[in-house]
Nanobody, 123 residues
Framework: QVQLVESGGGLVQAGDSLTLSCAAS????????MAWFRQPPGRNRESPAA????????FYTDSAKGRFFISRDNAKKTVFPQMNTLKPEDTAVYYC????????????????WGQGTQVTVSS
């Protein structure tokens, strides 16, 4: 198993940038592809970004491209999603998730989840 803990959320202003982090513990972090999901109020959980086990490959939804970036440091067992030019509609609980399989943006493919961190973007 792998345990995940997100941090870095909070209240920010529209137009700001924010970098979250997800620290992993447990089994070999580099065996897991990672993704960030977010769940806006009253909506389904969705993933804007994922990254392969090595970090060489990243995946984004069309709406996230150019504004969201994901990276990882396997030595520190941490993954970092960065969000630029934040908008009020980016307000959500942000979760990191891990899978030993292929890195994609599909929720059901991820086996391990953090507890989430709230990001609120004010206009």
């Amino acid at each position: 198993q792998v345990q995940l803990v997100e941090s870095g959320g909070g209240l920010v202003q529209a137009g700001d940038s924010l970098t979250l982090s997800c620290a992993a513990s447990g089994r070999t972090f580099s065996n897991y592809a990672m993704a960030w999901f977010r769940q806006p109020p009253g909506r389904n959980r969705e993933s804007p970004a994922a990254i392969s086990q090595s970090g060489r490959n990243t995946f984004y939804t069309d709406s996230a491209k150019g504004r969201f970036f994901i990276s990882r440091d396997n030595a520190k067992k941490t993954v970092f999603p960065q969000m630029n030019t934040l908008k009020p509609e980016d307000t959500a609980v942000y979760y990191c998730a891990a899978t030993s399989g292929y890195p994609d943006l599909i929720r059901r493919n991820y086996d391990y989840w953090g507890q989430g961190t709230q990001v609120t973007v004010s206009s």
